[in-house]
């Protein structure tokens, strides 16, 4: 009785082993161990899991050097008096959109008015001594101006006279009296007025700023040994707190590299539109164009993860996410290229093809999907 019973417990056991066996003959064939498909095959159970997916797509894979900027303005006036006087009206307030020609600010117009008239009157008298210079030539019924003399005789009365220093003296009333008024340079915005009503300021002090916000620019600091990698005309992406990110173009490669920190500037262009929300002294990141490689399958970054040390992509079929073994090449952190395999010469993802991008971590092979918008 006691070896029948030993026999009996032996054939259960062996029993129970020739399911797991079956299941290890399956993963030697070289097909990734599943096992949500025995748990499915058992239970019968139908339970998807939420994923995120992106298509393969093949184009250009663009290189880029990622680096710091800041904004700059096209054009910053610091606007300074250019003659002494008394302020007399201020019209413009921090904050106001000004165009070009525009008055900002007006010094007290009557000591020009002034001296104006006095060189009016200075230059009527030297015009008289002039033309007593010259009485002696003008015939009669003739005025200076239309008579026939030989052209020393005329600019020798014009010196004995004064007449010319006169005229001098004029042009340069003519002219204070125009700098009385400030005007902006271009259109902008005025950033800041220094001066008020009734302060009196003298030449060279500060009386204005004006901004240009419609031409701004992006200096982009590159090391020296990435520079050679630009080239005008390519890509940038400028990402701001403010303004969140926006497309620009490179638009020079500065010549110099500062002997202290051994990097150079990249100047990068923003469209007006874009730059709405830009103002110049803002700090941003910056990514630059480095190369672009035409032609390559690309997945998403996010879609390539690894298993046991080798990289792979989950591809959508059918309802379920298939493991497939890949060879990543070069990548922009979002795109990578993916590469011929070494053994078969092929590519195993084709444009369309659709690979997971969330919610793919730990997910088994086969393992039964549902393609959702974002992650649920």
Request: net charge neutral; hydrophobic share 40%; aromatic share 2%.
């Amino acid at each position: 009785m006691r070896l029948t019973y030993r026999w009996t417990t032996l054939g259960l056991l062996a029993l129970l082993a020739l399911p797991a066996c079956k299941g290890k003959e399956a993963n030697a064939e070289g097909t990734p161990a599943d096992s949500s498909d025995a748990a499915e095959g058992s239970s019968g159970s139908k339970v998807t899991l939420p994923v995120v997916g992106a298509e393969v797509r093949k184009g250009d894979l663009v290189l880029s050097i990622n680096t710091t900027g800041q904004v700059r303005s096209q054009g910053i006036a610091n606007l300074k008096a250019e003659t002494n006087g008394t302020v007399h009206r201020v019209l413009v307030q921090p904050g106001q959109r000004v165009t070009k020609g525009q008055a900002l600010v007006i010094l007290d117009p009557r000591p020009f008015d002034i001296t104006l008239r006095e060189a009016e009157a200075a230059v009527a008298e030297a015009r008289v001594r002039y033309v007593d210079y010259l009485i002696d030539f003008i015939p009669a019924g003739k005025s200076v101006d239309e008579a026939v003399i030989p052209e020393e005789r005329r600019q020798n009365a014009r010196v004995r006279s004064q007449l010319a220093s006169a005229e001098v003296r004029l042009d340069k009333a003519k002219l204070d009296r125009e700098r009385a008024t400030i005007e902006a340079p271009f259109n902008g915005v005025v950033d800041r007025v220094d001066v008020a009503p009734g302060e009196r300021v003298g030449s060279g002090e500060n009386i204005a700023t004006v901004v240009d916000l419609g031409d701004l620019r992006v200096e982009a600091s590159v090391l020296e040994h990435d520079l050679p990698l630009l080239r005008v005309g390519g890509d940038a992406s400028v990402l701001t707190p403010a303004a969140g990110s926006v497309h620009g173009t490179i638009a020079a490669v500065l010549p110099l590299v500062d002997s202290t920190s051994r990097a150079g500037k990249a100047i990068v262009r923003v469209p007006a539109a874009a730059a709405a929300q830009l103002r110049p002294g803002m700090y941003a990141d910056v990514k630059l164009e480095s190369s672009r490689l035409a032609e390559r399958m690309l997945v998403p970054t996010r879609a390539v993860i690894e298993r046991e040390g080798r990289p792979l992509v989950f591809v959508v079929k059918n309802g379920r996410a298939e493991w497939v073994y890949v060879q990543p090449g070069l990548s922009n952190g979002t795109d990578t290229e993916i590469l011929p395999d070494s053994v078969s010469g092929l590519i195993p993802v084709q444009p369309g093809d659709t690979v997971l991008i969330e919610g793919h971590l730990t997910l088994t092979h086969q393992a039964p999907v549902r393609l959702v918008a974002k992650r649920e």
